[in-house]
């Protein structure tokens, strides 16, 4: 592809993609655990002690793909927020008159 707006949105919707899927497992954990009734249980009855817990508990009940719930909505949430952040370093790079790598 050539320089140009279709190279850099098919480039930020991958660097999305990228993103989205190092970051949705960290994303799950976080989310399950934010949401357990922690505040009115005693910590011995609390469905999920620490993050590695959590993974492990989840690797063993829903499999790897539990890690991922979510990943499409995040990934849609990501992606154009990268076209629009590249599109404007993009823009700024050609304003100033910095040369593509």
Not at 15 to 41: C, E, W, Y
Not at 74 to 101: D, Q, S
Request: one cysteine or more.
């Amino acid at each position: 592809m050539v320089e140009g707006l279709p190279l850099h949105c098919v480039s930020s919707m991958m660097a999305g993609f990228v993103t989205a899927f190092v970051t949705s497992p960290v994303d799950v954990v976080k989310t399950r655990i934010m949401n357990q009734a922690s505040k009115h249980l005693p910590r011995d009855q609390w469905l999920y002690r620490n993050s590695l817990d959590c993974v492990l508990k989840t690797l063993r009940s829903e499999g790897l793909f539990g890690l991922y719930k979510g990943f499409i909505p995040n990934w849609m949430r990501i992606g154009p927020h990268t076209i629009v952040t590249f599109l404007i370093f993009e823009e700024l790079r050609r304003l100033i008159g910095m040369k593509a790598l």
